[in-house]
């Protein structure tokens, strides 16, 4: 029987979101295959993880591409990428909690594209005077990143409606990142 991989890693997903200390045989019953075909899939945990993060950065791209970051005001952008990115949501949640991707010089090139490309989004904002100057680009990226986590596990918990998910990240983040006329 073939393994469906994309089928592993969601489930992997799933199951690490809302237990972030899973084991690897916890993950193959959860994906319903032995944790030999787990192992031959994933050499371990490491593996996996790194498996995620390549996921997570293929689903945060295509959700930069379809929230169309370089169209209309950046504001309604940013609204379009929160909602492109909630299915994703809460594989980022997970991804942003392993610091093992982010240690050393090895940290993916894939998040660098994705850094800049936020980061462009927010300078946008800024430029043409709907966004805040005072917070520079990349806190505005990590502030965004932060919150995709929190909201993820507040849905995942139950603390949340998901159908408010899109909502109160953006209102929140652009409540705080939009300019005020000065007196």
């Known amino acids: 029987m073939a393994v469906d991989r ?3 890693l969601r489930t992997a997903a799933a199951l690490l979101t809302r237990k972030a200390t ?21 050499a371990g945990r490491d593996a996996l993880v790194r ?9 945060c791209e295509a959700a930069l591409d379809a929230a169309r970051p370089d169209e209309g005001p950046a504001a309604d952008a940013v609204r ?3 909602r492109a990115i909630e299915p994703s949501a809460g594989l980022l949640a997970f991804l942003y909690t392993e610091n093992q991707l982010f240690e050393g010089e090895q940290q ?8 800049a490309r936020l980061a462009a989004l927010f300078r946008r904002g800024q430029e043409s005077g ?15 990143y932060g919150l995709l986590a929190s909201g993820a596990w507040a849905v995942s918990e139950g603390r949340v409606a998901r159908n408010d998910f899109t909502h109160m990240i953006a209102e929140l983040l652009l409540g705080g990142a939009v300019r005020r006329e000065e007196p």
């Open 6 to 8: 994309d089928h592993v």
């Open 22 to 42: 899973a084991t690897m045989d916890e993950v193959a019953r959860a994906a319903g295959i032995s944790r030999a075909t787990l192992h031959r899939q994933f």
């Open 51 to 59: 498996a995620l993060e390549a996921l997570g950065i293929a689903e």
């Open 80 to 82: 379009r990428l929160i």
């Open 108 to 115: 993916n090139e894939g998040w660098f594209r994705i850094d």
């Open 130 to 144: 709907e966004f805040r100057i005072d917070l520079t680009p990349a806190w505005l990226t990590e502030a965004l």
